[in-house]
């Protein structure tokens, strides 16, 4: 059965961090093109970071570049968003989610600026106070 199972977050002062995890068992078998979204009730959900584990392409939202890093352990079959320097800005619920198929990177990131993914985990809940 093909999930996405995110896990992680929590509530941190400004200026703290965290490290979401995401559990792609059985995707790993048919996407390549993963990311991390966040979305508020105030705002639409945006991208915070993707990647294109085929070929080691990231890409990431500009509020949070210098701050944030995705990565994938093919061994844990695990996306991974290490979060530095929090800011109650990046509060919100954040999901993984994963294209279907093999694509190249350049469609990944095209879909990551999108947000057009094809499946969506449960949403894990960061909160940082400021």
């Known amino acids: 059965q093909e999930h996405l199972v995110a896990s992680g977050g929590g509530s941190v002062q400004a200026g703290g961090s965290l490290r979401l995890s995401c559990d792609a068992s059985g995707y790993i078998y048919s996407a390549n093109c993963l990311g991390w979204f966040r979305q508020t009730p105030e705002k639409e959900r945006e991208g915070v970071a993707g990647a294109s584990v085929g070929d080691n392409s990231t890409y990431y939202a500009d509020s949070v570049k210098g701050r944030f890093t995705v990565s994938w352990d093919k061994t844990k079959n695990t996306l991974y968003l290490s979060m530095t320097g929090l800011k109650s800005e990046d509060t919100g619920t954040y999901y993984c989610?994963?294209?279907?198929?093999?694509?190249?990177?350049?469609?990944?990131?095209?879909?990551?600026?999108?947000?057009?993914?094809?499946?969506w985990g449960q949403g894990t809940q960061v909160t940082v106070s400021s």
């Open positions: 989610a994963a294209v279907n198929g093999y694509i190249s990177g350049n469609t990944c990131a095209r879909r990551f600026r999108s947000t057009m993914y094809n499946y």
